[in-house]
């Protein structure tokens, strides 16, 4: 709720057209970062026009569905029509479990709401969690995923993240 940056719903949708440009293997957009559900009247309007240009929509919600759908909220109601996949719910450390791809915490689920990733539902739970971690040539390092928060500790230890960046454990 503190911070960030306020940007035009055409300026992003325009970025992430040209990103597409560019990378035409783009399959869609994430919401997730803050509560998408928090900002459900400006994203479900890019979230319409993103699926205009065949991108899909994925929204991670701290939120459960049932919280969702009960909210009887109308722009929570449009965020949720526009998007494919829902994993809901609060991450949870003492449920902490990495044994489902993008998922933290054993409470979280998977909503498959339209057919987009219906093809990956039955699959899903086979698939194992990945950290995606990056090394440039000028010594930046980035990090994309779930990590054990021992793995987190020992990147601490040795000075490549600070303490603040590491909360998804």
Known sequence: MEGGVIKDI????????????????????????????????????????????????????????ETIIRSNNPSWNRLLKETDLLIDGPYIQELHDLSRPWIGSKNQQYRFLTDFYKKIEEVI????????????????????????????????????IRKEHSCNE
Request: no cysteine; net charge negative; charged share 20%.
């Open 10 to 65: 055409d300026e992003v949708f325009y970025d992430i057209k040209n990103t597409l440009k560019a990378s035409p293997e783009l399959e869609g957009v994430t919401f997730l970062g803050g509560e998408p559900f928090s900002q459900a009247n400006e994203l479900s309007i890019l979230a319409k026009k993103l699926k205009e240009i065949n991108l899909s929509i994925v929204t991670f919600s701290g939120y459960d569905y």
């Open 125 to 160: 739970p086979f698939i194992p969690n990945k950290l995606e971690v990056r090394l440039y040539p000028d010594g930046t390092i980035t990090a994309n995923g779930m990590a054990h928060s021992l793995d987190l500790h020992m990147l601490q230890q040795l000075g490549y």
